[in-house]
């Protein structure tokens, strides 16, 4: 039993050291000029983008650049037309799982509808909302300091069931960070240290948890909109209700930033398992007598320790080869831990040695 008790407090151990954030992207916005095309791309054009929304987006420099250390989204109007921007790191920045941080500060005035948000990477092939939607912020103006999260799924999407909102003081005139970590078990959104809302759905299929996979960051400013819309301001039964005396609307963002754990999944397994999924590295046998044997994709290295109950680390390898032999005969026979990294992630497992 003092064995058992031993591996186990060593395991949580070493999930809680492998599970600190670190940085792994941002975008500070310290230039000046247009968004740093090395990160950022652009949705352009009109048509309402699925919503009604009446702003045309461009990739105009008063619509969104760096200054002054911010990135400044703002929708203009001219006439009776607006512009905007909305930006997306889509085929430039794609990630899976972490957690994501933005610093904004967002625009007043009834019928703008500023959006810090995820879309799966998928959505080209697969479409939305299959693709899954993380709506880290939403604000509309006709709700001001009204701050909204929500995730849109094939299990409920459009007016989702699964949002929260709550209210902050003077968010069109101070920083707030606008957050979400995003696990492989669940969502938890947070204004500040704030918690808003968990999304755990106790049932996972492809339907509520879609997250699986990896998303792109989008920010926008839209105007009106099935969501931004004031109805005391429509017109010819359109959602185009804007504050008619509205001439322009400005969202700062501070920096955005993702962070992620050395694994994102730790996981504690007694038999042949893997890293990853199935087509991930794999070793066996385990229970073993003495040798161990690493199956790895082409292409894949990985760095492997071994732990005596102690929480000593009393051997440690490194393979490349698509097929890898370790040799434990110089071990007593009993209970270990072996950690395995590889491209950022980090698995922990009992190994048995008889």
């Known amino acids: 039993m003092r064995i058992c008790l031993s591996s186990i407090l060593l395991l949580f151990a070493l999930i809680g050291s492998a599970q600190q954030d670190s940085l792994?992207?941002?975008?500070?916005?310290?230039?000046?000029?247009?968004?740093?095309?090395?990160?950022?791309?652009y949705d352009v054009g009109a048509g309402g983008w699925g919503n009604n929304e009446v702003q045309t987006y461009t990739k105009l420099y008063q619509n969104a650049h760096q200054e002054g250390g911010v990135l400044i989204i703002e929708a203009l109007k001219s006439g009776n037309a607006w512009t905007s921007?909305?930006?997306?790191?889509?085929?430039?920045?794609?990630?899976?799982?972490?957690?994501?941080?933005?610093?904004?500060?967002?625009?007043?005035?009834?019928?703008?509808?500023?959006?810090?948000?995820?879309?799966?990477?998928?959505?080209?092939?697969?479409?939305w909302p299959k693709c899954g939607e993380i709506d880290v912020m939403e604000h509309v103006g006709k709700d001001q300091d009204m701050i909204h999260c929500a995730v849109h799924t094939q299990s409920s999407y459009g007016n989702t069931v699964n949002q929260a909102m709550k209210r902050f003081d003077s968010v069109s005139t101070r920083f707030y960070?606008?957050?979400?970590?995003?696990?492989?078990?669940?969502?938890?959104?947070?204004?500040?240290?704030?918690?808003?809302?968990?999304?755990n759905p106790t049932v996972k299929n492809?339907?509520?948890?879609?997250?699986?996979?990896?998303?792109?960051?989008?920010?926008?400013?839209?105007?009106?909109?099935?969501?931004?819309?004031?109805?005391?301001?429509?017109?010819?039964?359109?959602?185009?209700?804007i504050d008619p005396n509205l001439t322009s609307a400005?969202?700062?963002?501070?920096y955005v930033r993702v962070y992620q754990s050395p694994s994102t999944s730790i996981e504690d397994h007694s038999d042949n398992d893997n890293i990853d999924g199935s087509?991930?590295?794999?070793?066996?046998?385990?229970?073993?007598?003495?040798?161990?044997?690493?199956?790895?994709?082409?292409?894949?290295?990985?760095?492997?320790?071994?732990?005596n109950i102690t929480g000593m680390n009393i051997l440690s390898f490194y393979a490349s080869d698509e097929k890898t032999k370790v040799d434990l005969s110089s071990l007593s026979?009993?209970?270990?831990?072996?950690?395995?990294?590889?491209e950022g992630k980090i698995s922990a497992h009992k190994l048995i040695l008889q």
Not at 179 to 184: A, R
Not at 333 to 342: A, F, N, P
């Open 85 to 127: 921007a909305r930006l997306l790191t889509s085929n430039k920045y794609e990630f899976k799982y972490g957690r994501v941080v933005f610093r904004a500060k967002l625009p007043v005035g009834s019928g703008t509808w500023p959006a810090l948000w995820m879309l799966g990477e998928n959505i080209y092939s697969v479409g």
């Open 250 to 254: 400005r969202m700062e963002i501070d």
């Open 24 to 41: 792994v992207w941002s975008d500070e916005f310290n230039g000046t000029g247009l968004p740093d095309p090395s990160k950022w791309g």
């Open 177 to 199: 960070e606008y957050q979400v970590k995003w696990t492989p078990e669940k969502l938890e959104f947070r204004v500040d240290s704030v918690l808003l809302y968990i999304y």
């Open 206 to 241: 492809p339907a509520t948890w879609p997250f699986d996979k990896p998303c792109f960051i989008i920010m926008n400013i839209a105007m009106g909109g099935n969501m931004g819309s004031d109805p005391q301001y429509e017109t010819g039964g359109k959602k185009n209700g």
């Open 279 to 307: 087509e991930r590295i794999q070793f066996f046998p385990n229970p073993t007598s003495g040798q161990l044997h690493l199956k790895l994709p082409a292409g894949t290295s990985v760095k492997g320790n071994i732990y």
């Open 333 to 342: 026979k009993g209970l270990y831990c072996i950690t395995l990294q590889s």
